[in-house]
């Protein structure tokens, strides 16, 4: 294993754990479901590509571009469905994201179904890195600010959520928004990795393994996010022994750890040195009373 | 303070609420009473803004209501919703305290937070432990509780009865007497027919959508078909009960 391999499997968790904050947000955080995010994805990376090769534009603002683009898509969006409860919101949002990607298959100018190669390589391990602890720092943030804690307030009790005058719509909508600005930029720096976009890439199978990875690291746990993207991304890299039988073991992988934890990885909690050195130092505890009992 | 004129309200093709006419007087408590799927929560709900009524007005105090809930819960209306529906997750003043989500006068919210501590001792005695855990009887005590915090003028209290034991049942429609001598005025859906026309000023009977009686909750309670109908008592033995 050499360190461009690793490399590319640390870029490209970096890249998910992205998209995975945003969904963290919006799921983890604002319980809504979405089955869609692939299409917020596709979005972003091909407007960022769109940006950077025919407009000529620099990175960073190309990025920026692409979060926004699909920002602005969620917004009329989440207008027409964000009314609709429950499953319902997420059935519309399946329906979207498959629909974005069958209009990229057939916009010709953007390669189409063929894809679109020729995009120039500029994301690295470092801006990934960079772009990445900017988005968590953000999120840290907006969770424990007020607007934080009115979505948590939505999780937990719409109804009530609502009676007690959060404007519950309006919530929703920002928690959106923002997911889709994450998933956007993520995209975008898909694109610029890999040098390469084909509306294949956003399938539905890209938004439930980010829904899966959210679900995996803990509802409601940032720190739980990280870990699930970093896991779940190189698990697949790590299973290339089993050949064929790979993404089988992935699942079987999955279910396994999904059956042991069902509350995810961090289980809603977040990560802090506090917390390690409480289980560190009670493991000893154990340890010393094991030894005291067997004299 | 607050009429209500021809309500409808849908729910796809179901007409839940036919042509609905109320009239609560400031500082009454003012019952609805009916049977299961009659339309009362609908009636809340229409009034808080959670569910959108196809026609007819709603007006508190003098004006018509947004549509938004958020907006109706600033001019001073506040539902108590059927169920409860606590922040499981959250400790019982925390609870509280999202109550005064909307306020920004924090000597206003410390002593309305007292007033609620004095109406709900229980609540005082547990402040720090998760609303989750509490039995049925405090998580509904919590629930009114945080219906008060944000100082309203109208309480929309929805079957606040459900569930709880028989002497609990009294304790919280002593309750919400006291809330009405701290002048407050409250509209209250039951199918505890009895308890909820004794303390009435004035009550409505739904049935099927429809007001089909009206009048003081004492006459309701003489009245022979609602004495049939929802007290379970038979015309033979009427005498004996007058």
């Known amino acids: ?295 | 303070m607050l009429s209500i004129r021809d309500l409808n309200v849908y729910y796809g093709g179901i007409h839940a609420l036919k042509g609905v006419s109320i009239d609560v007087e400031e500082g009454q408590i003012v019952s609805i009473i009916g049977a299961n799927g009659a339309g009362k929560s609908t009636l809340l709900n229409a009034i808080s803004g959670m569910v959108k009524p196809k026609e007819g007005r709603i007006l508190f105090k003098g004006k018509e209501l947004p549509p938004a809930p958020h907006k109706i819960v600033e001019l001073g209306i506040s539902q108590v919703p059927e169920g409860r529906l606590i922040f499981a997750n959250l400790t019982v003043k925390d609870n509280l305290m999202m109550g005064a989500y909307l306020r920004k006068d924090k000597i206003g919210i410390e002593k309305d937070l007292e007033k609620v501590f004095a109406l709900f001792p229980r609540m005082k005695e547990r402040i720090h432990q998760m609303a989750g855990t509490l039995s049925g009887g405090e998580q509904q005590m919590l629930a009114i509780g945080r219906g008060l915090m944000s100082n309203p003028d109208l309480i929309l209290l929805d079957e606040p009865s459900l569930g709880l034991a028989p002497l609990l049942v009294k304790t919280i429609f002593d309750i919400i007497e006291s809330i009405q001598q701290m002048r407050k005025t409250i509209l209250l859906v039951e199918q505890n027919a009895y308890k909820a026309l004794s303390i009435a000023d004035k009550a409505y009977v739904l049935e099927q959508g429809k007001i089909v009686k009206e009048g003081s909750g004492k006459e309701l309670i003489k009245d022979k078909s609602i004495q049939e109908a929802y007290l379970g008592k038979k015309q033979k033995s009427e005498e004996t009960l007058a």
């Open chain 1, 1 to 295: 294993m050499d360190w461009f391999y690793i490399q590319g499997i640390l870029i490209l968790a970096g890249i998910n754990l992205l998209a995975v904050l945003g969904l963290s947000l919006l799921t983890g955080f604002t319980g809504l479901f979405s089955f869609g995010h692939a299409g917020f994805m596709a979005i972003g990376a091909y407007t960022t590509a769109i940006m950077s090769v025919k407009l000529h534009l620099p990175f960073i603002p190309s990025l920026m571009i692409g979060g926004l683009i699909a920002a602005l898509v969620s917004l009329l969006i989440g207008k027409l469905t964000l009314n609709l409860k429950g499953d319902y919101f997420c059935i519309a949002t399946l329906g979207l994201g498959e629909a974005i990607r069958l209009i990229l298959d057939n916009v010709q100018y953007l390669g189409g179904a063929r894809g679109w190669p020729g995009i120039p390589l500029k994301t690295t391990l470092l801006n990934v890195v960079i772009i990445d602890i900017i988005g968590i720092i953000i999120l840290v943030n907006l969770i424990r600010s007020k607007h934080g804690r009115n979505m948590i307030a939505i999780r937990e009790e719409e109804m009530a959520s609502q009676i007690i005058g959060i404007n519950v719509f309006r919530y929703k909508m920002i928690s959106l928004m923002i997911s889709a600005i994450y998933a956007g930029v993520a995209g975008g720096m898909l694109g610029h990795y890999l040098g390469f976009l084909q509306p294949k890439m956003f399938q539905i199978v890209k938004s439930t393994e980010l829904t899966i990875i959210v679900i995996f690291g803990g509802l409601g746990s940032i720190s739980g996010s990280v870990l699930g993207a970093l896991v779940l991304t190189s698990l697949p890299e790590m299973l290339r022994t089993f050949a064929q039988w790979r993404l089988v073991v992935y699942g079987i992988a999955v279910i396994f750890i999904m059956i042991s934890r069902p509350q995810g990885l961090m289980g809603g909690h977040e990560f802090s040195f506090h917390a390690v050195k409480k289980i560190i130092s009670s493991m000893f505890y154990r340890k010393k009373q094991r030894g005291l009992g067997g004299r």
